[in-house]
Each structure stands twice: as structure tokens, then as C-alpha cells.
């Protein structure tokens, strides 16, 4: 009895952990359904109200839509182009390699408000207004360090014999890598774009000083709204977002297993 | 005979080279995409913030066009301003410790389950951190406000007479920020703790040494590299993140990176905000090559013993 004493406490232990890091959540989730004005919880009584009230913001709308439009665009671009720097960097050597592999990496050191600023800055110089451009571009800095990780990490161990086969029976060098390679190191290629897709959809920092009036992403339009509001309806479009990573999240695992995802990433 | 071999062997030679010069042309076109973006949307606009924070600021006109340290000097003189570089350092060293503290016995319970309670635990460890950062800090200004969760829970069970001020204080940045960063820990701790032998920790048992000293005496000298990684991570990221900040403390608890937002955002003193952002990288570098010296010299010290 007593060696079991230690085991239960231990359990117990995590078990508060997990409290802790599903509570933010949970709250969230269910001050949503409250029928007061204001954020109570637990909610006092049940009502979807909230949610049917988000038709008289059609902002919080176009905001998710821009931030879809927005993080697809990222994951696209980002994987795109950080799959192709990966394969150089693996498979070729050159002088500046090194440079280049901690200048790709540096975002993730560099802190983003102070990235954020300097790219107001260049924007305003060069003229490029608030636009899901010039927040994609931002954005492509801040994951293409994540996808060359994942791809790079994909792409080491790969056996160079079956593409070096099929070079020798004639296939070009596109077939090659469409065929052979890209269906190889798929996973890391995914497990990249949907970590650039959430990092963009996610993110406050950058796009909070590239957004104009018009140009307003999700993070950033929720940020706002919340500074001069306390209703529901802010709970009631988090809950949305949520439910929106849920359903994300259960896709990847059933195309990618999360393990896998989150395996490589370390 | 002779000569149709050495013009075959030129050719050879010569398609190799071809082959060399094109290979060449191939690494930069694989290469020039995000090359060029880096150097256009990332070099070139820190550069010119850099260059930026040497300028000085009037209010009413703007930034001028003198070169000057006054930025820097202004920042460094300023008993304030140190004040909140010291509130910066201690509120990622306070999150670091409480994160290592937390990450633990998680990293421990999931190195050791299998299967499926494996993938769920995994999945419950690091589905926040998928869930939007502002939702989640939002969460905690729900729970910690002062007709928030833990107050009324408090009032209710008449541990307290008056709500305590738990938001907008270094506390709830604190909270916010573990939470947040939690998961890089574990992440971090399980890749050491999945590096050794359960045969060690068995022979410990055997040998009759309590589940404390076996703590103590193997596990955590083994998993020391893990969660040195998982720190610099998780002090790095605490020192320069703006959202959980900004959110949980405002500028009832201004941090760096709130001072870098607010001089540009709201006092439009570019000179300034550059300058501020520019010594918060400088304190990140510092202490992420002070923990990398510290790191090596600890790996040193396991492989010894």
C-alpha cells in the first residue's frame, strides 16, 4: 500500500496539469452558451444566441475568411519554396550554407513584435499597402524555418538509390521528384504546411502592425474587440475557432498520426 | 582505336563538367525562392529599423535625420525602463522554472504509457498548443478577472471577503505564459527521458533504492541536456512573446516587447521602439549563448559520471 502511495500522488499531479491546460479552453467554450450579457461562468442558462447574433458582425466574418485566405496562402508559398531550399541543402554542398541555413532559422530567434516593426517600416517605404499579400509575405518568415525543419528532417535517410533507378530507366527529373521523392517525404512536407497554416492563422504579433481598417485578421480583430468589450460574442467566435482546430486536428491525425507529426518536429 | 578513345574520354569529361556547372545553376534556382524573400522581407527591413533606432525623434516633426546614441543611452540612464527589463528577465526565469516543474511528471507519465493512452496524452499535452494563443490567454482572463472563476470559487468557499487581483498582474502573465509554453517543455523533456535504458531505472529498483532517489540519483542527471534544451527554448520565447503580455498584463505590466509596441504603435517614436527591440534581441542572444556555455559544460559533467 504504502509503494502505491507515491504512484497515486504522481497521477494525481498530472492530472492538475491537465486541468490546468484544458481550462483556459473549457471556459471559454462554455461561457459561450451563457444567456446574460456579459462573460459569466459557469454560463447561467443554455442558449446558442451568441452564435446567431454573429450575423450582425459580419466583420468577425470577413475576418476568418481574410485569415483563411491568408494562412492558405502562407502554407502554400512557405512549403513550396522551404521544400525546395530543404533539398538544396541537403543534397548539395556550397559555400554559404552554413549562412544561409541560420538565416533561414533566425526568425525563430528574432522576437516577432520587433519583426513586426521593422516590416511596418519597409512596407510604408516601399509603398505596400495592408493587404493579404503583404501579411503572406510576413507571414512566409515566420514558417518557412518550420517547414525546412520537418522537410529536412524527412528528407535525411532518404535512400537516393530508387530515384538514381529511375533516372537510369529514363524518367526526367521533374518525373523524378513528382513521382519518387515528393510521395517519399510527404509526411514532413504536410506535417509543414499545417504547421504554417496554424502559425499563420494564429498569428497576432506581425499582423497586428501590418492591418489596416479594412485588412483585419481573426487574431487581431478578436484582440481588438476585446479591449473595449466584455459580451459573449467574443467567446461564442473563439468557441468557433476552437471547433475549427478540432476538426483540423482530427484530419491530421487520421492522414498523418499526430505522434508522427510531433515527433519529427523535435 | 587510340584517338576514338580520348575524344571519347574529352566528351565524358566534358559532360561531367556540364553536368557540375548545371548542378551548381540547380542549388541556387532551389535555393533563390526563399533566399530572395529573406533578404527583401526579413534583412533588409531589421537593417533599416537598425539604422532607424540611430536616428533622433521629435514629436512634432518626426523622425529627423541626425545620427545619434540617445535612443540607447535614454533606455540604458532610465531607472523605469531597467525596472521593466528586469520585470522582462524575471517573468521568462519564473516561467521557466514553474514550466520545468509542471512539465516533469507529464513528460514521465507519457514516456511511459503505450498505445493508445500514448497518442491521447500526446494529443491532450499539445492540443493547446494548436488552439489561437489569444483565445487562450482570453480563457484566463475569464478565470482570473475579479468576478472571475478562481475569485468566486474563493468567495464561495469563504476562503477570502473581497476578490483578489490575480489579472493584470506579473501572476497572471506568469500563468499565461506557461500555459502557453508548456508544451515545448515536455516535448523537450520526453526526448531525453525516451533516450534511457528502462533497464537502468529497473536495476535501481532492484537494488532497493527508493523511487525518490532513483529520481534524483539517475533519472534527472540523465534528462538534465532535455531540460536545459526545453529551457533556453522556453526562456527565449518567454522573453521576446508579446500576445501573452500584452493580454494578461497590458500596460499595467509592461514587458520589453510591450514597450517596443507601444512607443511605435502609440507614441509613432520609430527611433525608440527600434532602439527598445533591438536591446531585447541583445538580451535574448546573451542569455540563449550563456545557456548553450552552461549546456555543454552540464552535458560534460553527465558523460563524466
Known amino acids: 500500500m504504502s509503494r502505491k502511495l507515491p504512484k497515486y500522488f504522481f497521477n494525481f499531479v498530472c492530472l492538475l496539469v491537465y ?17 446574460t450579457e456579459y462573460i459569466v461562468f459557469p454560463p447561467e442558462g443554455l ?29 502554400i508559398i512557405s512549403t513550396a519554396i522551404g521544400t525546395l531550399a530543404s533539398l538544396a541543402v541537403v543534397r ?20 516577432s513584435v520587433v519583426f513586426g516593426v521593422a516590416l511596418l517600416q519597409f512596407y510604408s517605404w516601399i509603398g505596400l ?5 503583404a501579411l503572406i509575405l510576413g507571414h512566409i518568415i515566420l514558417t518557412v524555418p518550420f517547414v525546412m525543419r520537418l522537410v529536412v528532417a524527412s528528407l535525411v535517410g532518404f535512400d537516393r538509390s530508387i530515384e538514381q533507378a529511375a533516372l537510369n530507366l529514363g524518367a526526367g527529373p521533374m518525373k523524378v521528384f513528382f513521382q519518387i521523392t515528393l510521395p517519399i517525404i510527404k509526411s514532413g512536407v504536410i506535417a509543414g504546411a499545417i504547421f504554417a497554416f496554424i502559425t ?60 508522427k507529426v510531433f515527433s519529427s518536429k523535435n | 582505336m587510340q584517338a576514338g578513345i580520348g575524344t571519347e574520354h574529352d566528351l565524358l569529361l566534358q559532360q561531367k563538367k556540364k553536368n557540375l556547372t548545371k548542378k551548381r545553376l540547380d542549388t541556387w534556382l532551389l535555393l533563390l525562392p526563399t533566399l530572395g524573400i529573406f ?20 514629436a512634432s516633426t518626426g523622425v529627423g535625420n541626425e545620427w545619434t546614441l540617445q535612443n540607447y543611452i535614454k533606455f540604458m540612464s532610465d531607472p523605469f525602463y531597467l525596472g521593466v527589463v528586469w520585470r522582462t528577465v524575471k517573468i521568462a526565469l519564473l516561467t521557466t522554472l514553474i514550466t520545468i516543474i509542471i512539465s516533469y511528471p507529464v513528460a514521465f507519465q507519457i514516456s ?21 494563443m489569444v483565445i487562450r490567454c482570453y480563457g484566463w482572463v475569464i478565470l482570473l478577472s475579479n468576478n472571475g472563476v478562481v475569485n468566486n470559487t474563493l468567495l464561495k468557499l469563504g476562503w477570502i471577503d473581497q476578490p483578489l487581483t490575480l489579472l493584470y498582474t506579473e501572476l497572471s502573465v506568469v500563468i499565461g505564459m506557461v500555459h502557453v509554453l508548456f508544451p515545448y517543455m515536455v516535448l523537450s523533456i520526453m526526448g531525453s527521458l525516451e533516450k534511457i535504458d528502462p533497464s537502468v531505472i529497473r536495476a535501481s529498483q532492484n537494488l532497493g533504492a527508493s523511487s525518490f532517489r532513483t529520481f534524483f540519483s539517475i533519472l534527472l542527471p540523465l534528462t538534465l541536456p532535455g531540460v536545459f534544451a526545453g529551457s533556453v527554448m ?41 532602439a527598445i527591440g533591438f536591446l531585447l534581441i541583445l538580451i535574448a542572444t546573451i542569455t540563449i549563448i550563456v545557456y548553450s556555455k552552461i549546456l555543454a559544460r552540464s552535458e560534460k559533467g553527465v558523460a563524466i559520471q
Not at chain 1, 92 to 111: D, H, M, W
Not at chain 1, 129 to 133: D, Y
Not at chain 1, 203 to 220: G, H, Y
Open chain 1, 19 to 35: 486541468i490546468f491546460l484544458l481550462a483556459p479552453i473549457v471556459v471559454v467554450l462554455l461561457s459561450s452558451l451563457t444567456t
Open chain 1, 47 to 75: 442558449t446558442l444566441r451568441w452564435y446567431t447574433e454573429l450575423i450582425e458582425h459580419p466583420e468577425f466574418m470577413q475576418s476568418f475568411t481574410l485569415s483563411i485566405i491568408v494562412a492558405f496562402g502562407t502554407a
Open chain 1, 92 to 111: 548539395r554542398q556550397f559555400k554559404g550554407k552554413t549562412a544561409i541555413v541560420q538565416l533561414v532559422g533566425s526568425p525563430l530567434l528574432i522576437p
Open chain 1, 129 to 133: 499597402a495592408a493587404s493579404p499579400l
Open chain 1, 200 to 259: 499563420s492563422f494564429d498569428d497576432l504579433t506581425v499582423a497586428l502592425f501590418i492591418v489596416s481598417t479594412d485588412v483585419v485578421t481573426l487574431p487581431v480583430r478578436i484582440y481588438t474587440y476585446m479591449q473595449y468589450q466584455y459580451d459573449p460574442i467574443i467567446t461564442s467566435v473563439s468557441s468557433i475557432m476552437i471547433l475549427f482546430t478540432v476538426v483540423l486536428m482530427l484530419v491530421i491525425e487520421r492522414v498523418l498520426g499526430v505522434g
Open chain 2, 39 to 58: 533578404i527583401f522581407f526579413f534583412l533588409l527591413p531589421l537593417f533599416f529599423l537598425f539604422i532607424t533606432s540611430f536616428k533622433n525623434f521629435d
Open chain 2, 112 to 132: 511511459r504509457s503505450k498505445g493508445r493512452a500514448r497518442n491521447y496524452l500526446t494529443l491532450l499535452v499539445l492540443s493547446p498548443l494548436l488552439i489561437s
Open chain 2, 234 to 274: 522556453v526562456f527565449s520565447l518567454s522573453v521576446s512573446s508579446f500576445v501573452t503580455p500584452a493580454i494578461l498584463g497590458g500596460p499595467q505590466v509592461k514587458v520589453m516587447s510591450y514597450l517596443t509596441y507601444e512607443q511605435v504603435a502609440v507614441m509613432l517614436n520609430w527611433p525608440y521602439g527600434g
